[in-house]
């Protein structure tokens, strides 16, 4: 039988980054994100809670968050279900809830991805990290993502024929944009100077390559009808890839190829081309994933990227438009739980031209791209407005 | 067919399943390497460490590069 039912994310709500040590713990991140989005849809039914979190074992010492969570707000009888994917974990939780709407088993469904990264000092934080590497092979000796993020920089460069300072643009151009972004937790421009003195994480990436570790947490609701009939939006098209594998075993470092067929299963969905996007939110979590995300995803032609943003060609008043909000450089990295639901949040506050989005334009196609490590699991979600 | 896998699985990409033990050469090519200064906490000691991507004849491996001059 053909199925018609649409999915529609009829609220949402972000918790800017932080170190939050006055809210609480997870529980309270988690319950201020998820009752932001409950109070906007008054009393509906939920059928389940979908838990993007990625480290609390780690971090929190605590297994079967779902329960947990959903107890400390009210709700013991609805099933909380944590999915964890490493920093690509709210893609998936989308994707989940996603089906069981268009399968017609819930009505409606919660996503909340939340992560409190600051409950650890650094080095610990760095270890819980290295668990998205391979870690009998690689995570055991020391590599961390940021370590595979600046391996994939150096080629790039020489791939490309690019120097340090022409990747810079990346963390000045999604500076630029969070400092007129109040939910930013980066709020200042910075210069190219400022980028060229910051300290190296792992050569070349640098301090303002990598997207700070916040406290975060953000939520939506995805129900079969919408609950309003202005600014209506709508899940065109949900995709997929995979490409887990050793970064030994790869030929290139240049090509996600799990972004590429994430994007692709998600184009074919909705019936568009990736031309007829208007805005993308990509999982900038180092400056080099964010640019290759959008040569993967074919917004823009592979070794192209730096060059079309630094003549300003991404920025807003374009025909693409790509992290609008400053992306993770500038709102902070909620680990896996909250990174992708940041920006979701965020590509939905854009398409209703929301505050802080007033000035966008109106724009009907956004997409949404999550990656887990360094391509081995992504999902991207094509967004449209449909009145 | 034959080639070298690494890291060890189960279930070689090309369906088989019979594996033998194969000695790598013990020099190969660095491919690509990063000088890592934030690590984590086993580490602390040790940084800044040197991560690489060696080449051993057709099998690439990922670690650690050490005990070489600078």
Redesign the interface.
Known sequence: MFNTTEVYVVAHSLVPGGRHYEKGGLKELFAEAFLKVLDQVGNTNLGAIYVANAFSEVLQDQSVLGAYLADYVGLRRIPAIRIESGDGSSGIAVLEAYNMVKAGIYDCVAVVGVEKMHDVV???L??A??TIT?Y????F????P??QA??AM??YMIKYGYDYEDLAIWPIKMHERGSKNPLAYMKKQASLKDVLES???????RLYDVAPAVDGSAAVILCNKPIKSDAVIRIDGIGVGAYGT????RDS?TELYSVRDATNMALRMAHVSISDINLAEVHDTYSILGMLALESMGLVRPGETPRLLSTGALDAGNKLVVNAGGGLKSMGFPGGGASGMYELALMVMELMNAKPFESLGRAELGIVQDMAGFDLVSTSIILRRVS | MRAHILPAKAVCECGSREFKPYPLPSTGKLVNFTVLYSVPVEFEKMKPLVIGIVDLGGVKVVGQIVDCMD
């Open positions: 650094n080095v610990k760095n270890k990290l290295s391979d009998e092979y690689e995570g000796f020391g590599v961390t940021a370590a600046a391996m150096k080629e300290e190296v994480v792992a050569d070349p990436l050793y970064l030994g075993q470092l």
